[in-house]
């Protein structure tokens, strides 16, 4: 018998979005300078720089916050628990948000279950 692959609520898409932005708005002021750096300094793409960065910032720690939807009983998931590692086998012994990495092994969750209906789902 196959079995059904899990269903995901691309949890871990948020942060890759944020990291590929960020990359293709760096990449776009390196290569829309111009040569002399008085001339960049009173460019617009200079006097984005901080904003932008200070706004990934606090996307990034609004993203992990932000609970989801369970893809399979559609309650509402928090994305701050207790949460058991499956490389390590071990609980995290607080309460630590589902994108940080494993206190014990350092790996990436990649797969969590639901308080609600029990049922795992691909992060």
Same mark, same amino acid.
């Given at each position: 018998?196959?079995?059904?692959? +899990?269903?995901?609520?691309?949890?871990h898409?948020r942060?890759?979005? +944020?990291?590929?932005?960020?990359?293709?708005? !760096?990449?776009?002021?390196?290569l829309?300078s111009?040569?002399?750096? #008085?001339?960049?300094?009173?460019? +617009?793409?200079?006097? =984005? !720089?901080?904003p932008?960065?200070i706004? %990934?910032g606090?996307?990034? !720690?609004v993203? @992990?916050?932000?609970?989801?939807?369970c893809?399979? *009983?559609?309650?509402?998931?928090?994305? @701050?628990? #207790?949460? $058991?590692?499956?490389?390590? &086998?071990?609980?995290?012994?607080?309460?630590?948000? =589902? %994108? &940080?990495?494993?206190? $014990?092994?350092?790996?990436? +969750?990649?797969t969590?279950?639901? &308080? $609600? *209906?029990?049922?795992?789902? @691909? !992060?």
């Open positions: 018998m196959e079995a059904k692959p +899990l269903q995901s609520v691309f949890f898409f942060f890759k979005f +944020l990291a590929i932005t960020a990359i293709f708005f !760096l990449v776009w002021v390196i829309s111009s040569m002399e750096f #008085d001339q960049f300094a009173t460019s +617009l793409q200079y006097k =984005l !720089l901080g932008f960065f706004a %990934s606090i996307f990034y !720690l993203f @992990r916050k932000v609970p989801f939807k893809p399979n *009983c559609q309650k509402t998931v928090s994305t @701050r628990k #207790d949460w $058991h590692c499956p490389h390590c &086998d071990k609980m995290q012994g607080k309460q630590r948000y =589902l %994108s &940080d990495k494993c206190v $014990h092994c350092k790996q990436m +969750l990649a969590s279950f639901c &308080d $609600h *209906c029990k049922e795992e789902f @691909r !992060l």
